[in-house]
Nanobody, 125 residues
Framework: VQLQASGGGLVQAGGSLRLSCTASGLTSNSYAMGWFRQTPGKEREFVATIRWSSGHTYYADSVKGRFTISRDKAKNTVYLQMNSLKPEDTAVYHC???????????????????WGQGTLVTVSS
């Protein structure tokens, strides 16, 4: 299984970016794909995730209303549209996938088996 993330970059506060994560080798339909982010010295934190089959989405409180996660089944790709970006959104964003994750643990990074490389998002003030 491979996850390929792209779309990071430098943007001014208030701007937008869209991250993409394309999966290959995933055979189960019962997985969730999502995004976590990490800044130096801090633990990796949950951002958003989507259930592949149902399309149900989950968001961290810090990004609700600003970020939207979506999927394109035909392309095996998950997108994270990030609007109204803030300097505190600056981080390395990692996409991840896991199967059979129950709702109560869907924000837990240790429930995700597969990880892509990170993509850096920098928001300037």
């Amino acid at each position: 299984v491979q996850l390929q993330a792209s779309g990071g970059g430098l943007v001014q506060a208030g701007g937008s970016l869209r991250l993409s994560c394309t999966a290959s080798g995933l055979t189960s339909n019962s997985y969730a794909m999502g995004w976590f982010r990490q800044t130096p010295g801090k633990e990796r934190e949950f951002v958003a995730t989507i259930r592949w089959s149902s399309g149900h989405t989950y968001y961290a409180d810090s990004v609700k209303g600003r970020f939207t996660i979506s999927r394109d089944k035909a392309k095996n790709t998950v997108y994270l549209q990030m609007n109204s970006l803030k300097p505190e959104d600056t981080a390395v964003y990692h996409c991840a996938a896991g199967s059979g994750i129950i709702t109560s643990t869907i924000t837990s990074l240790n429930r995700y088996t597969y990880w892509g490389q990170g993509t850096l998002v920098t928001v300037s003030s």
